[in-house]
């Protein structure tokens, strides 16, 4: 498996948009998948400068993303920076796909010098982005969903490993 920028591979866009299509465009009427596609296809243009979006590929053949994204929920407008889009293709899931993701995602915020990401995810999926370093704020509603807002702290995760490195 390899992570990179879907700017190095703007050949899996099409696949990206529909998979956000299929996963989350059913809940909100006035999207098609001519809008999820262009929207990806923006997302394609970048690696440093936000929205990007990542993809996961195996042998020619995307099996997952996530995107960098600025200010993604209109009632957090100080939330700036923000994981979304996470995606990963059903017959991959359950083998660390995700997290391979959402690590790449991290590296790159600090490499950006982000010193906080938000996400905001439905009840199932909780515990596997607490795994990864991120905690629940608070409820919210994203368009027609109810979400959790949670939040990843470059600073506090730095202090967990630098405890972790105390106490050994």
Request: aromatic content about 12%; some cysteine; charged content about 25%.
């Amino acid at each position: 498996m390899e992570v990179s920028f879907l700017a190095d591979y703007p050949q899996y866009a099409e696949q990206i948009a529909h998979w956000y299509f299929e996963q989350w465009g059913y809940l909100v009427p006035e999207i098609t998948i001519g809008t999820v596609k262009e929207n990806v296809l923006r997302k394609a243009q970048s690696r440093n400068d936000i929205p990007l979006i990542f993809v996961i590929h195996q042998q020619d053949k995307p099996i997952g993303a996530i995107e960098l994204k600025y200010r993604e929920n209109a009632n957090h407008p100080d939330y700036e920076h923000w994981i979304g889009g996470v995606y990963v293709s059903p017959e991959f899931r359950g083998k660390g796909v995700a997290g391979h993701l959402l690590e790449t995602a991290k590296k790159h915020a600090r490499q950006l010098g982000l010193t906080k990401l938000y996400l905001q995810c439905e009840d199932d999926y909780i515990g596997l982005y607490r795994k990864y370093g991120f905690h629940a704020l608070h409820r919210t509603n994203h368009g027609v969903m109810s979400t959790t807002v949670m939040l990843w702290n470059v600073c506090e995760e730095k202090n967990d490993k630098t405890a972790e490195h105390d106490d050994a």
